[in-house]
């Protein structure tokens, strides 16, 4: 690639019936200036392009973090449903089991309670039959005093 000191440098050959000497230094005088600015913009323009290609990659790596975050974050949360939706299961369970553990503790209570009643039943029976006799004797007593007196 030609620099500016080479256009600036550059000497040509002279030959009878060349070209004008003062012509050819004007127009590399003039390619001179037009090389210098293309060269600056050239530079400037791959400033810019390298300047932007450190931001896209900074965007492209924060893009891949918030994917990335995003993944997690998505993970993480059906993570907690699915460990919302166990716990449950085992509440439910457990309330389960303590709900029929209260039912066969309740029926246990009633089939004591029922023995017992049917045991008073029979007491109560028992004791009534006794006083019917022992009324029983005591009226046969009365009336065998009654007869004895008359």
């Given at each position: 690639?030609?620099?500016?000191?080479?256009?600036?440098?550059?000497?040509?050959k002279r030959s009878f019936r060349g070209y004008s000497e003062r012509e050819v230094d004007e127009f590399l005088d003039l390619l001179l200036s037009d090389y210098e600015g293309l060269l600056r913009e050239n530079m400037e323009l791959k400033e810019t392009i390298q300047q932007l290609n450190?931001?896209?990659?900074?965007?492209?790596q924060m893009e891949s973090t918030l994917?990335?975050?995003?993944?997690?974050?998505?993970?993480?949360?059906?993570?907690?449903?699915?460990?919302?939706?166990?716990?449950?299961?085992?509440?439910i369970k457990e309330g389960e089991i303590r709900a029929l553990r209260m039912v066969n503790e309740a029926t246990e209570k009633v089939r004591r309670m029922?023995?017992?009643y049917d045991e008073l039943k029979k007491q109560m029976a028992?004791?009534?039959?006794?006083?019917?006799?022992?009324?029983s004797a005591q009226m046969e007593l009365l009336n065998t005093t009654e007869e004895d007196e008359s």
């Open positions: 690639m030609l620099t500016p000191m080479d256009i600036h440098n550059k000497e040509f450190t931001k896209l990659e900074y965007y492209q994917h990335n975050t995003l993944v997690i974050a998505q993970e993480t949360a059906e993570e907690v449903k699915l460990s919302g939706k166990k716990e449950s299961e085992l509440i029922t023995a017992e028992v004791a009534r039959s006794r006083m019917r006799n022992l009324l």
